[in-house]
């Protein structure tokens, strides 16, 4: 069975940077968007940014223009790199298809962003 495993969370201050990775265990990005979702405290979980196979990428509209989203595809993983960060973005960062399936669901990876 597939897993994911994300990493690279941690405590940052305000404008700074962080670089999620999603690893697969399988070849689950041959056919499937992949995406990072975020969950703060309180909310509901929401879709942050998607990539294809091929490259396209797509952004909820906070992050555009701060997290690009890339892949790696020989290595099966995806990454978020968080750039301007601010204590808005203080949540649990999980990455799963999209749609989301919930076998695929971790414990993701938190990110803590304040002075």
């Known amino acids: 069975q597939v897993q994911l495993v994300e990493s690279g969370g941690g405590l940052v201050q305000p404008g700074g940077s962080l670089r999620l990775s999603c690893a697969a265990s399988g070849s689950i990005f041959s056919t499937n968007v992949m995406g990072w979702y975020r969950q703060a405290p309180g909310k509901q979980r929401e879709l942050v940014a998607t990539i294809t196979r091929a490259g396209s990428t797509s952004y909820e509209a906070s992050v555009k223009g701060r997290f690009p989203i890339s892949s790696d595809n020989a290595k099966n993983t995806i990454y978020l790199q968080m750039n301007d960060l601010t204590s808005l973005d203080t949540a649990v960062y999980s990455c799963?298809?999209?749609?989301?399936?919930?076998?695929?669901w971790g414990p993701g990876t938190q990110v803590n962003v304040s002075s």
């Open positions: 799963n298809l999209n749609p989301w399936r919930s076998i695929f």
